[in-house]
């Protein structure tokens, strides 16, 4: 068998790779003193609203063994 040779419509992504550019990208910047306390705030604020989320749900997800024992000895108590 021939493989046939037919234009591909994204050849630019083929030739990427072979693609080597000279100008090299600037320097990342220095962060400053308040965008790094702004990071830090805004991370501590997210696990708190983690954590406050679970400590406020999880007598939501608890299951009340008391109310269903009590429901069903005065059920059978009735019999």
């Known amino acids: 068998m021939f493989s046939r040779r037919e234009p591909v419509p994204f ?11 000279n100008v090299t990208p600037p320097p990342p ?3 400053s003193a ?24 999880m007598p939501a997800l608890t299951v009340d063994h008391s109310a269903t024992d009590t429901q069903q000895s005065q059920a059978s108590q009735g019999h």
């Open 11 to 21: 050849a630019f992504v083929a030739e990427a790779d072979r693609f080597r550019s």
């Open 29 to 31: 910047e220095k962060s």
């Open 34 to 57: 308040g965008q790094i306390a702004g990071r830090w705030l805004l991370g501590v604020t997210i696990i708190a609203a983690l954590v406050g989320s679970l400590v406020l749900g």
